[in-house]
T-cell receptor
Framework: DAKTTQPPSMDCAEGRAANLPCNHSTISGNEYVYWYRQIHSQGPQYIIHGLKNNETNEMASLIITEDRKSSTLILPHATLRDTAVYYCIVRVLWRGNEKLTFGTGTRLTIIP | EAQVTQNPRYLITVTGKKLTVTCSQNMNHEYMSWYRQDPGLGLRQIYYSMNVEVTDKGDVPEGYKVSRKEKRNFPLILESPSPNQTSLYFC???????????FGPGTRLLVL
């Protein structure tokens, strides 16, 4: 599995953009970068994913560097409800098992 | 509403008393999976299923069984629960072929 490295915690002021970094220097050419978040002990929630190009959806933007060794998740206008643990995952597809390997993630706290 | 449901959400039981945690999805997904989440260990895959009657072990299958008799259901069976199976359990599903996985709300199990 390609490993990911994330800072253990970050704070962001409410209304500001939250930028969450992730390093995945051993990623393979056909592996996608996925972001999930987990609010308290709820089920992980899908946010966004990408391969090479930057991606945007209604929740967030994903910026992937040209060498694909790192990425940044951007929450453009953070709210208190965005307080959660954010996981950067490189997806492994092996013999049909689409296992997601969750690391320890980044605990993002939105400050009022 | 597209969703993954789990029952029960909370369960306290005693060592050795067989139990089943149900998982159901209404998205006609082919792929389903069970994870457990423990402090400091992240989410670890227990079992997965690529389709009806097709199941396989994940990373931590010992002490668990699963079945996939229908596409929508993927129950997790603990034949003889032990205290080390006290954990937070999540079911997930996807349409397969690398598509996004959606998680259930979780089942918190305490084995005394």
């Amino acid at each position: 599995d390609a490993k990911t490295t994330q800072p253990p915690s970050m704070d962001c002021a409410e209304g500001r953009a939250a930028n969450l970094p992730c390093n995945h220097s051993t990623i393979s050419g056909n592996e996608y970068v996925y972001w999930y978040r987990q609010i308290h002990s709820q089920g992980p929630q899908y946010i966004i994913h990408g391969l090479k190009n930057n991606e945007t959806n209604e929740m967030a933007s994903l910026i992937i560097t040209e060498d694909r060794k790192s990425s940044t998740l951007i929450l453009p206008h953070a709210t208190l409800r965005d307080t959660a643990v954010y996981y950067c995952i490189v997806r492994v597809l092996w013999r049909g098992n689409e296992k997601l390997t969750f690391g320890t993630g980044t605990r993002l706290t939105i400050i009022p | 509403e597209a969703q993954v449901t789990q029952n029960p959400r909370y369960l306290i039981t005693v060592t050795g008393k067989k139990l089943t945690v149900t998982c159901s999805q209404n998205m006609n997904h082919e792929y389903m999976s069970w994870y457990r989440q423990d402090p400091g260990l992240g989410l670890r895959q227990i079992y997965y299923s690529m389709n009806v009657e097709v199941t396989d072990k994940g990373d931590v299958p010992e002490g668990y069984k699963v079945s996939r008799k229908e596409k929508r259901n993927f129950p997790l069976i603990l034949e003889s629960p032990s205290p080390n199976q006290t954990s937070l359990y999540f079911c997930a599903s996807s349409s397969g072929q690398g598509e996004t996985q959606y998680f259930g709300p979780g089942t918190r199990l305490l084995v005394l």
